[in-house]
């Protein structure tokens, strides 16, 4: 699986936006990406996934650069609940059946 | 909204001993998985099972492991002895198919602690 980098940690604000990026500049064409996360002591929980355009859905939105080398997940209002680890992942045809999860980045959503 | 399940949420071992962790994947999903967090540390995938068999596992997945579906409803992860580093959080995950686009629906977790 091509590799993605995030940052660390990053910290929000109640209420307010928050854009997580994510660079995965050795991304094929074929490549998804898809954006999972994990709350304290759960499982990981799908988020969404886009391929080229951007997306959304009730939890988040996706915008995917134009070269695809580079994403943003969008959450558009904080909430506390949102406090998590975000995964960025890319799954293409050759890896269909897993996930690989890297370290990801922990969002602190302060109130 | 249905959901997958998990038991036990905590189990605990002697390092040697046999532990059965047991999932109940979402009713009309096809596709089960396996994975594993050590405390700390990132998600690792440990297998994939389709059809009854075997799909995809990683190297963590050695003999000591297996997995089954013993029934249309379960699906077991075996270790057979377990070890100290074995002690983790495993997590299991189904999905009705599988592509590079459909998402996968995670449990809440064993925690399993070898003393």
């Known amino acids: 699986d091509a590799k993605t980098t995030q940052p660390n940690s990053m910290e929000s604000n109640e209420e307010e936006p928050v854009h997580l990026p994510c660079n995965h500049s050795?991304?094929?064409?074929?490549?998804?990406i898809h954006w999972y996360r994990q709350l304290p002591s759960q499982g990981p929980e799908y988020v969404i996934h886009?391929?080229?355009s951007n997306v959304n859905n009730r939890m988040a939105s996706l915008a995917i650069a134009e070269d695809r080398k580079s994403s943003t997940l969008i959450l558009h209002r904080a909430t506390l609940r949102d406090a998590a680890v975000y995964y960025c992942?890319?799954?293409?045809?050759?890896?269909?059946?897993?996930?690989?999860f890297g370290k990801g980045t922990l969002l602190t959503v302060n109130p | 909204e249905p959901e997958v399940t998990q038991t036990p949420s905590h189990q605990v071992t002697q390092m040697g001993q046999e532990v059965i962790l047991r999932c109940v994947p979402i009713s009309n999903h096809l596709y089960f998985y396996w994975y594993r967090q050590i405390l700390g540390q990132k998600v690792e995938f440990l297998v994939s099972?389709?059809?009854?068999?075997?799909?995809?596992k990683s190297e963590i997945f050695d003999d000591q492991f297996s997995v089954e579906r013993p029934d249309g409803s379960n699906f077991t992860l075996k270790i057979r002895s377990t070890k100290l580093e074995d002690s983790a959080m495993y997590f299991c995950?189904?999905?009705?198919?599988?592509?590079?686009?459909?998402?996968?629906?995670f449990g809440p977790g064993t925690r399993l602690t070898v003393l």
């Open positions: 099972f389709y059809n009854n068999e075997i799909s995809e």
């Open positions: 886009g391929l080229t």
């Open positions: 050795t991304i094929s064409g074929t490549d998804y």
């Open positions: 992942i890319l799954r293409g045809g050759g890896s269909n059946y897993k996930l690989t």
């Open positions: 995950a189904s999905s009705d198919r599988t592509s590079a686009y459909n998402e996968q629906f």
